[in-house]
């Protein structure tokens, strides 16, 4: 499993899911080993904006998670998080980043099979993702929960 995370234009870090820090992903893990990465890059981009970050993510269930859910709390980054639909890859612009990375690693002669092969590939991939590309995805956000509104509208009531 990996994660990352950007803002506007600026992408933050990129975290691969360590098979020492369990099998099965919960909110006491999430929250030692994946809340200090974005922690730290929400608190600089909110520092260099002079206000506070707005956050998004999933429902992925240690997102979700009660453990989780009262940690973030505690460092005081709940309420920044934005009330998003559930099951909505679409309104996501961090979703369309994964399938550029995907697609992009698809192309590739040869393909990755091992697991540090794709490690790398994806690392590789990462960072080769534009500003422009961040900026044009943020830029489409609007566009896209005015189309999700259209087709389910009770969700945003």
Known sequence: MVWACFKG???????FWDKEWGKTIKGPSFTTHRVPEFYWFWQGQSQL?????YLQQDSASPHQAA????????????RYFID?????PDCSPIENIWRTI?????????????????RTAITEEWHSISRDELGSLVDSVPTR??????INISWFT
Do not use: A, F, M
């Open 102 to 118: 995907k697609d992009r690693i698809r192309k590739r002669n040869p393909l990755p099979t091992t697991n540090d092969t794709r």
């Open 49 to 53: 904006q002079l206000d506070y970050v």
């Open 84 to 88: 998003w639909p559930p099951c909505s």
């Open 67 to 78: 453990y989780t859910q009262n940690r973030l709390r505690e460092l005081g980054i709940w």
């Open 145 to 150: 929960l005015r189309e999700v509104r259209t």
């Open 9 to 15: 234009r600026e992408k933050g870090p990129l975290v």
